[in-house]
């Protein structure tokens, strides 16, 4: 992966440059602003019909600097979602699944400080047994390409990524959750990097890969 910016900072970065200072625009933006984008956010989840009764659907409970979903949970288990979050089970290999999120979930933080429910292994889930995953990212552009966190964990959950049977449409839905602040000219992927159906911003709905490069504003 090689980030390229519009104006922000000089192209190309090494993706290790390219996610430290876009990291450094995501922890910088104002408190109001912050409040602003993510309540932004949330209404376009909901224009996307994520929270659908009977879905599941994986979600990220981030670190600070990211947008924050928790106040979609309660909105999700009402409606009956079933929800999920990542878990991490080898660094080493850099393997992940998910797991469960219930209300009354006892959640312990990872490694990164992020929290993760304690449930037993037999309620891991793949990815493609998920309708729809929100997926965090530290850069993205226009034609949905991603930049992580660089560990890979979830270019590896979602290789297996396919068609299903009932749908023309790939499955599990991705999408990427982000501050527009995020948004780079150009990523140019790597072979294993796994695309995204869309992102989501403060702005609107970034969406791959027939729609035009501006977002569209649900």
Do not use: K
Not at 53 to 62: D, M, N, T
Not at 65 to 84: C, H, K, M, N
Not at 166 to 195: K, M, N, T
């Amino acid at each position: 992966m090689t980030a390229q910016a519009g104006g922000a900072f000089p192209p190309p970065l090494a993706p290790r440059e390219a996610r430290r200072r876009l990291r450094a625009l995501r922890r910088d933006l104002p408190a109001d602003e912050r409040r602003a984008a993510e309540l932004a956010i949330r209404r376009a989840l909901e224009l996307l019909q994520v929270w659908r009764p009977g879905r599941r659907v994986a979600l990220f409970l981030g670190m600070p600097d990211e947008v924050d979903l928790r106040p979609s949970l309660a909105t999700a288990w009402r409606r009956g979602v079933r929800l999920y979050v990542p878990r991490i089970l080898s660094l080493r290999r850099g393997a992940m699944t998910f797991v469960p999120l219930d209300r009354d979930a006892r959640l312990r933080p990872n490694r990164f400080g992020i929290e993760e429910p304690e449930v037993a292994p037999s309620q891991r889930v793949q990815a493609l047994q998920l309708d729809t995953i929100l997926v965090p990212l530290v850069g993205f552009d226009a034609a949905c390409h991603r930049v992580g966190m660089g560990a890979g964990f979830y270019d590896r959950a979602l290789q297996r990524r396919g068609r299903s049977p009932e749908s023309p449409f790939r499955h599990p839905r991705l999408i990427g959750v982000a501050y527009d602040v995020q948004r780079v000219e150009r990523i140019e992927p790597a072979p294993w990097d796994v695309a995204l159906d869309m992102v989501v911003t403060e702005r609107g709905v970034y969406r791959r890969p027939t729609a035009p490069s501006r977002p569209h504003i649900p």
